[in-house]
């Protein structure tokens, strides 16, 4: 069973090998950055996020939840509460990504699915994804999940060309 769960202390030895899974690959949704060499700092930093306190300058309210199977962390998202015109350009309201050994058997879909019931709740009627378009398994989970191809465009930061999807809340039925 894929359970969603907001960030908790028990989890730290899942979240260590869950980063040092990823090596060197890119850590994606963002709070995965975060430094983790003192734990429950971290998930303090990770609630205080979601409750928008103590916020960088120009950031938004967002809140990280994981995907716990088998008392494992196999997957993680990022819901923005809100977002500017640059987050509409770069970052959108969601961001998620999948422990490499769990990739390839439908555990994005399920991640993406459950943090967009998570959007409902916080009142969001529609959230923005923005994925890479040669970011082939990205785009399927989304489109998986009701999303719909609004416009693509380039950016000074990426080579690719990115792809901005509209997920309307309540069709999110992967
Ligand atoms: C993108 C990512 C989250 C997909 O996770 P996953 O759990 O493997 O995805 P799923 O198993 O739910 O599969 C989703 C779809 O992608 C396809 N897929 C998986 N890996 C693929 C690959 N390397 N190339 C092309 N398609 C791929 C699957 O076949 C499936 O499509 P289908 O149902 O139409 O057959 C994962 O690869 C990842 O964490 N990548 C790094 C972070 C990232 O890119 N996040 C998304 C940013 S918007």
Request: with cysteine; aromatic share 8%; proline share 5%.
């Amino acid at each position: 069973m894929l359970s969603l769960i907001r960030p908790n202390v028990e989890y730290e030895a899942s979240y260590r090998s869950y980063i040092q899974e990823l090596g060197d690959a890119e850590r994606y949704p963002f709070p995965l950055d975060f430094d983790f060499d003192d734990f429950p700092a971290l998930v303090n930093r990770l609630n205080s996020y979601s409750q928008g306190v103590d916020l960088p300058d120009g950031g938004v309210p967002s809140t990280t939840f994981w995907l716990v199977e088998d008392g494992e962390i196999v997957g993680v998202s990022s819901l923005r509460h809100r977002i500017t015109d640059r987050l509409k350009r770069l970052g959108g309201h969601v961001g998620f990504g999948v422990r490499p050994s769990a990739q390839g058997r439908g555990v994005a879909k399920e991640l993406l699915r459950q943090t967009l019931s998570e959007a409902g709740r916080l009142g969001l009627s529609e959230v923005l994804v923005i994925c890479l378009k040669d970011n082939e398994a990205s785009s399927r989970v989304i489109r998986a999940n009701g999303g719909r191809l609004e416009s693509e465009y380039s950016v000074p930061e990426y080579s690719s060309l990115l792809q901005r999807y509209v997920i309307p809340v309540d069709a999110g039925t992967a």
